[in-house]
């Protein structure tokens, strides 16, 4: 049980955002710089998501985001938050993995999920290629789990070629000296009984849902079996989080990422994140109270507010659901006036959840 007066362990997920005014080169930039910060303030992950063809996310390929921010960093671990793995080939996901756990050892995670990430189009294209014929990438996850994670071992997997007398050696790397652990995540109770018999670390995407959360977990916990890499249940979970020096200057930052995320739920056009000014333009003008209710639903499952405020949240997220560390997925906006490669608001969240 996680004492609530106590801080969790703290760690971090980045989208990569991309602002109004923005570039992909100034959005990479900015990321790097908040992931620095995470690194220096002591936090104890930083974990980047795959995400396609979205105007305000630049983070569509993990392994090459962490070989960056490994690079940039020095002691946080860097992984996915995670890799989608129906996207991709079993054997390249853990070939990338074993090659970013030999460039920064230990210093690696691999997060996998089963969702798309991106829309149907995009799905095809990733999975097929244009053009080609869909197949039940999804309805092979468990497979495909327990490939990423034999391939990463030293002795890797047999595999039986036909006409071959018997099983030719593959693995991820020629000489692996060391393996990054893999968790699911999930948003439902799909990935929870899916960790729990494979006897894999849990995530829980509370920032994506932010309902069942507590019954995924337990029903991970209730159910779980030990394995070779992890001898009892691990869990962690995920909140997006907006933190200021006032509480209400920290509602204020909130709103362009709310309105993103309204845009998303109810299938308006997506677009780069407003200015925080224009997005109080639009919540104050443009808004209906169906609207308006929908947004204020999705504040009351965010933490924001002052320091004091959003540190105690974080406990009692933590303690409510019985994990011992948080991901906060920074998603304060920017001003107009913000320098297109940073992201103060976003590293100032991380500062006051760490003081």
Do not use: C, K
């Amino acid at each position: 049980m996680t004492d609530s007066s106590r801080t969790p362990t703290l760690s971090v997920l980045d989208l990569v955002p991309v602002r109004s005014g923005q570039t992909t080169s100034d959005a990479l930039a900015a990321s790097t710089a908040l992931a620095r910060t995470a690194d220096d303030l002591g936090y104890a992950r930083y974990w980047v998501a795959e995400h396609h063809n979205m105007p305000a996310v630049a983070s569509t390929h993990p392994p090459v985001l962490i070989g960056l921010l490994a690079a940039a960093t020095r002691r946080i671990r860097v992984g996915s938050g995670g890799v989608m793995l129906p996207n991709h080939a079993p054997l390249v996901v853990a070939e990338q993995f074993a090659l970013l756990e030999a460039a920064f050892p230990g210093r690696i995670d691999l997060g996998i999920g089963r969702a798309p990430g991106t829309d149907p189009v995009t799905s095809m294209a990733l999975r097929h290629g244009a053009g080609g014929v869909a197949d039940d990438a999804v309805a092979r996850f468990p497979q495909y789990v327990e490939e990423v994670q034999a391939l990463l071992t030293p002795e890797g997997v047999g595999v039986t070629v036909p006409g071959s007398p018997r099983p030719q050696a593959l693995r991820a790397t020629p000489a692996a000296t060391g393996v990054p652990p893999v968790w699911l995540l999930g948003s439902s109770d799909y990935s929870a009984r899916l960790a729990a018999a494979t006897g894999t670390p849990y995530v829980f995407a509370h920032h994506f849902s932010g309902q069942g959360t507590a019954e995924a977990l337990d029903l991970y916990r209730s159910t779980f079996r030990p394995s070779s890499r992890l001898a009892e249940p691990r869990t962690l979970v995920t909140v997006n989080a907006v933190v200021a020096d006032t509480d209400e200057e920290a509602r204020r930052l909130a709103l362009p990422q709310q309105l993103t995320m309204l845009a998303l739920r109810t299938g308006a056009p997506l677009s780069a994140a407003l200015p925080v000014e224009e997005a109080e333009v639009v919540v104050r003008n443009n808004l209906d109270d169906h609207r308006r209710g929908l947004l204020d639903a999705m504040a009351s499952r965010w933490i924001v507010g002052g320091p004091e405020t959003a540190r105690a949240a974080v406990a009692d997220l933590a303690a409510r659901f019985e994990v011992d560390e948080v991901m906060i997925s920074p998603v304060a906006g920017a001003h107009a006036d913000t320098a297109a490669d940073r992201t103060p608001a976003r590293e100032r969240t991380l500062e006051l959840l760490a003081a």
